[in-house]
């Protein structure tokens, strides 16, 4: 998505050399796979080692939360790699805050997202956590730079789209 091409692009500026992994759910059929392509070319753009599989998992936003952070630390622990970088966004932070008061989390529920932790012997940033949503497509366009968007973000059966699309502008 836009944060992600983003963040890879200001890492590869600074002088990182990522290596980027993308897990194909196959939940979008053709649009999916044409993800995954995007992401293979992309990291080919930059000459940067890639790892991209595909993995069909239920259509649960928790289930593939999970399946992501698992395909993550398989690549780091085969690779060697001790940080992994996530692209989630300040509009991310508020969305998960919402979500989680509305499932009814306690006060550890309604810390937010975390701009860094410890799993394992992998350490996780989030380090567009601060950046809001519209900057990082002000960052895109600047650039030139061409992205893709899930479809599945305009969906308000999920909650965290009914959130962005309804309760948010209401706010």
């Given amino acids: 998505g836009p944060d992600s091409v983003a963040m890879l692009d200001a890492l590869v500026r600074l002088g990182h050399r990522p290596h980027v992994c993308h897990l194909n759910h ?19 753009k930059y000459g940067l080692p890639a790892t991209i599989r595909a993995q069909r998992v239920k259509s ?9 952070l698992a395909f993550f630390e398989q690549i780091a622990k085969k690779t060697g790699i001790l940080t992994i970088a996530l692209a989630h966004t300040a509009d991310d932070q508020v969305e998960t805050l919402l979500m989680r008061l509305i499932r009814g989390a306690g006060v550890d529920g309604l810390a937010g997202i975390w701009p860094e932790r410890q799993m394992g012997k992998l350490r996780v940033i989030r380090p567009l956590l601060q950046v809001r949503r519209a900057q ?3 960052y895109l366009k600047a650039y030139r730079l061409e992205w893709r968007e899930d479809s599945s973000n305009t969906d ?8 962005r699309h309804e309760l948010l502008p209401l706010l």
């Fill in 156 to 163: 308000r059966r999920f909650l965290r789209n009914r959130i």
């Fill in 136 to 138: 990082v497509t002000e």
């Fill in 60 to 68: 649960d936003e928790n289930a593939c939360r999970r399946a992501r």
């Fill in 26 to 44: 196959k939940l979008r059929g053709k649009e999916s796979d044409a993800d995954a392509e995007f992401v293979r070319k992309l990291a080919g």
